[in-house]
């Protein structure tokens, strides 16, 4: 088969991504499925068949954008476009139809069905080595259920979807889509993080991409593929008790990992990004503490947008009635992880 140039539109409504009126010239705008962000910030060029989000900073081509999205090689994407696409017909027109959203399962469901999932999967040695190297023991590892994501269509990927679609129906858990009468899974190069309420429930799953570029974390999510359904942005609570004066971060597997290198017991809740707050009022609420301390990166000193969203989650915090302190330390450790990680390493090498 000859080579042909797929049109980025129909790339995008193969994927499930909607889009709106032109943006200007050959440029159409809509929602970034890999950050899911709520603004329309990719841009979909139909001039030069490529892509680029503004807010996560992902972009590639026709190709690119349908392999990254179903976890596939751009040989194998390639193939089905080629095979797919209909020049005989004009490009699909704005505000295309996608599929319906499923609304979630109850946390108590998602969080059973993910334990199950995650205790099929396997840890590859390379993820083992990444989590050690950030300073968590064979315990803690094994604790928190860290899982590498398993390549699409592989024996291990078909096992798991095959097992848990048999034992639960899938339908409004994050992350799984029905095809051709069969469930699948969202898939992605990297491991998976669970994210945990107050109970210690999954609510949700994400994953550390192991060549996500600036783009570090996505979320388990099918949001846009048949009978799929968006993960929301979860916090995090690690180790939460009763009385706790807790430590507010950002990102839930820093949170793990400054949970475990502490020396004395403590309780963290993490944001999905400093300016992420949605559901902390809520949250403080529920768990009743009235002090905090604050634990972000250290590029609140040097980034001003960092910096504002800093003084936003302030603001935030003594609306609320919560008196929050801040944690300082040497800049040269970007967050609270890396410099415990330091100061254990320091120790070590001390005794």
């Not at 809509?30 to 068949?49: E, H, I, V």
């Not at 499923?102 to 334990?115: C, F, G, L, V």
């Not at 998976?192 to 109970?199: K, L, T, Y």
């Not at 504002?308 to 040497?330: A, C, D, H, T």
């Amino acid at each position: 088969m000859a080579y042909v140039n797929i049109p980025i539109l129909q790339a995008a409504a193969a994927c499930g991504i909607p889009h709106g009126r032109n943006a200007g010239g050959a440029e159409v705008r809509a929602k970034c499925p890999f950050c899911q962000d709520s603004q329309p910030r990719l841009y979909l060029n139909t001039a030069k068949n490529v892509f680029h989000c503004q807010r996560c900073k992902k972009s590639g081509n026709s190709i690119t954008l349908y392999a990254e999205r179903n976890g596939i090689s751009n040989a194998a994407a390639y193939r089905e476009l080629a095979e797919a696409v209909n020049f005989d017909r004009p490009p699909l027109p704005l505000y295309n139809r996608i599929e319906p959203e499923t609304a979630m399962k109850p946390p108590e469901e998602r969080s059973r069905i993910y334990s199950d999932f995650l205790q099929m999967l396997e840890l590859a040695p390379k993820h083992r080595l990444n989590l050690q190297n950030r300073g968590l023991d064979m315990c803690s590892i094994e604790r928190n259920l860290y899982r590498s994501v398993p390549k699409k269509h592989g024996k291990l990927y078909s096992k798991a979807m095959y097992e848990l679609s048999n034992k639960y129906d899938l339908s409004g858990v994050p992350g799984f889509y029905r095809k051709n009468s069969q469930w699948h899974m969202a898939t992605s190069e990297g491991f998976f993080i669970p994210v945990r309420d107050a109970q210690g429930l999954i609510q949700g799953l994400q994953v550390r991409l192991d060549n996500g570029g600036k783009q570090k974390y996505k979320w388990f999510s099918s949001n846009g593929f048949p009978g799929g359904t968006k993960c929301a942005a979860f916090l995090h609570v690690v180790n939460w008790e009763m009385g706790a004066k807790p430590f507010v971060t950002e990102g839930s597997l820093k949170a793990d990992i400054a949970c475990s290198l502490m020396e004395q017991d403590a309780c963290f809740i993490a944001l999905p990004g400093v300016g992420s707050t949605k559901g902390l009022e809520q949250l403080i609420h529920e768990l009743g503490f009235s002090e905090a301390t604050e634990a972000f990166d250290m590029d609140k000193e040097t980034n001003p947008e960092v910096g504002l969203s800093v003084q936003r989650f302030y603001r935030l915090m003594e609306e609320i009635g919560v008196n929050v302190q801040p944690m300082r330390w040497n800049p040269l450790y970007k967050g609270i992880d890396d410099m415990l990680l330091a100061r254990k390493e320091s120790e070590r090498l001390a005794a």
